[in-house]
């Protein structure tokens, strides 16, 4: 009876102790754990998106559109759930596979023409130039690239050779080849490139393709800035990395400095008046 008398305060003890720890443990446990959200399901909403890649200037059909989910809140506005709203719609920029259809990417619904002259923008028109691989930068233009056009030609004022950059920041809308009779009346192509420029610039692109030969010079898309140019001629380009001759002496001579020339004072004269009785002279010295 003496020893149950001394077990049970330890066995007491050890189960208050326990359940103090189990106690602890647990609200310890529930500060320190990260709450738990409970979110919504979010939303999904089917909508329109390119089945394949979609060139600039294509009339939309059932072969070219396809349907997939995006969620609700991702979607930005103008964009189309159902495929028959946008048939016939012509895209006015290239559409990649998969890409979300929106109303920005397309011309207005009155355009029911495809090609290049939905692309133009409202007040401006396309022009093409004929070229070579050379004129296209070895085909690395590509439609919605912008460039500087240069023009090779003789100066009339000076009747020299010149090189000048004629227009700027000029968009390529299309790119393509044509076939031209050769002088052996073999058959080639002959690279063309359309622009978009202004009534005014179209005049002086005529102009100035009849007047020589162009260049195009590629421009970063993001490069706005309008650089001012002189132009370059032969004479100028030579002038560039040329060494000074050290057998020219004449070039380390100075140049001889001008002497200023002192104005000379003319000296004014002295009278001097003498007096001899009645008599009166004057000398002057």
Excluded: C, H
């Excluded at 200037?57 to 759930?81: D, I, N």
């Excluded at 044509?178 to 192509?189: I, P, R, S, T, Y």
């Excluded at 001008?258 to 000398?283: F, H, N, Q």
């Amino acid at each position: 009876m003496g020893r149950w008398r001394v077990a049970v305060p330890i066995v007491l003890a050890l189960l208050v102790a326990v359940a103090a720890s189990l106690f602890l443990y647990r609200w310890t446990k529930r500060r320190i754990a990260p709450e738990v959200v409970v979110e919504k399901e979010a939303k999904t909403v089917q909508v329109v998106v390119a089945k394949v890649f979609v060139p600039a200037g294509t009339k939309l059909s059932r072969e070219t559109l396809t349907a997939a989910r995006f969620l609700e809140a991702t979607l930005p506005s103008g964009y189309y759930t159902d495929e028959g709203q946008l048939l016939d719609r012509v895209t006015i920029a290239p559409l990649k596979e998969k890409e979300l259809i929106l109303e920005a990417r397309l011309a207005p619904i009155s355009v029911k023409t495809g090609g290049v002259a939905a692309m133009i923008t409202p007040g401006k028109r396309a022009m093409t130039v004929k070229g070579g691989k050379v004129l296209g930068v070895a085909g690395f233009i590509r439609p919605g690239d912008r460039v500087d056009i240069l023009l090779r030609t003789t100066d009339p004022t000076t009747e020299k050779e010149t090189n000048k950059t004629v227009f700027e920041n000029v968009r390529v809308l299309a790119t393509g080849a044509q076939m031209v009779a050769g002088a052996a009346g073999e058959k080639a192509k002959e690279d063309t490139y359309t622009v978009e420029v202004t009534p005014e610039e179209g005049e002086r692109l005529a102009l100035a393709e009849a007047s020589g030969s162009l260049r195009f010079a590629l421009r970063n898309v993001t490069d706005v800035e309008t650089v001012l140019t002189t132009g370059a001629t032969l004479s100028d380009a030579l002038a560039y990395y040329r060494p000074v001759d050290p057998t020219d002496r004449s070039r380390l001579k100075p140049e001889p400095v001008p002497r200023r020339v002192r104005a000379v004072t003319p000296r004014r004269g002295y009278t001097v008046e003498i007096i001899k009785g009645l008599k009166r002279s004057r000398d002057e010295f």
